[in-house]
């Protein structure tokens, strides 16, 4: 997809962070664009700043209150939102949640199951629930990872182990698609400054947060215009952030050692602070 303008594109966690920048780039870009979260008022309050950016007034930004962990609720309102508003060309899958960033003997299943559910099952149901009118239209499937599926976390049992998750997903998904003209673009990145990492900063132990910061730390609105590059430029993997870019290169060179090194010492460094 070469450009934007008088694309459809649904955005699922379209109401914050990364979903949200993706919003307002994709609207002044020309595009209709629907955003598909849970809580209602956040998403109206998303789609007003999206309102306000469009490229012209013909321009549609809707909202849809959907869980995406929820299948029954995703397959009744993706049918009806396909009826109404028409397929997506481009689906971007940003919703997901990292509550329970604690060490794993502090993850209860129940803590695990909403993480998998939310993250992994969400991008699974709403995919599955679009796929047909996304191959109809030749369209592009983004799906949100992250740089903790590539290299773990300590404290992240559960959300690494989602986004890895999708990593796997992704590659099989692209296979399947490229046939049917459907291209797919994961993407692994590192912290970015949105709301999701004041809800993990309440459980995240001191180790985990030494680590993470050896990934670097990025804007959304950079994010958002980097991943709409990628799927311009169709590229299939994306690690946005230049630090994340050289541990990614390093890590894939030894084989993990020098970052299990790296992250060994931050952890006892950290460890012995606390
Ligand atoms: N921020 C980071 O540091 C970072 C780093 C790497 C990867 N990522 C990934 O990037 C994606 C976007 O993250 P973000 O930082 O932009 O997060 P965010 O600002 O916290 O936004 C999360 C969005 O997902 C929605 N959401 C959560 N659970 C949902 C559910 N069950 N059904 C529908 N929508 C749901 C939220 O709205 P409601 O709560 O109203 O539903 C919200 O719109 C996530 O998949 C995240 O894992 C983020």
Redesign the pocket.
């Known amino acids: 997809m070469k450009n934007f303008n008088g694309k459809c594109a649904y955005i ?8 949200l920048e993706m919003g307002k780039l994709l609207a002044a870009e020309g595009a209709d664009v629907v955003l ?4 209602k008022k ?2 109206d309050e998303a789609a007003a700043l999206i309102s306000a950016m469009r490229r012209d007034a013909s321009r549609r930004v809707l909202t849809l209150s ?4 929820d299948n029954k609720d995703v397959v009744k309102k993706m049918k009806e939102a396909v009826k109404k508003i028409g397929a997506p060309d481009l689906l971007v899958n ?5 509550k329970w960033a604690d060490r794993f003997e502090n993850i209860t299943f129940d803590m695990f199951d909403e993480v998998m559910k ?2 992994l099952y ?1 991008a699974r149901n709403m995919t599955h629930a679009l796929i047909d009118s996304i191959k109809e239209k030749k369209g592009h499937v983004v799906i ?5 599926a590539i290299f773990g976390m300590f404290g992240y049992t559960a959300y690494a182990t989602s ?1 890895a998750a999708l990593l796997a997903f992704a590659e099989s998904l692209r296979y399947e698609l490229k046939p049917a003209g459907v291209s797919v673009t994961v993407v692994c ?4 400054d ?4 004041y ?1 993990e900063a309440k459980t995240l132990p001191p180790e985990g947060r030494a680590v993470k910061s050896l990934g670097g730390f990025l804007m ?1 609105d950079k994010v958002a215009r980097d991943i709409l590059d990628a799927v311009r430029k169709d590229r299939y993997f994306f690690v946005p952030g230049f630090s994340t870019r050289v541990l990614y290169a390093l890590h894939r060179f030894t084989n993990g050692a020098i970052t299990r090194i790296t992250a060994d010492a931050v952890i006892k460094r950290a460890s012995s602070k606390h």
């Open positions: 699922t966690g379209g109401s914050s962070g990364i979903g598909i979260a849970r809580n956040k998403l959907v869980d995406v962990s940003s919703a997901g949640i990292n939310i993250n969400g949100l990872s992250s740089a903790a986004k990145p590192p912290e970015v949105t709301p999701m990492n809800d959304p």
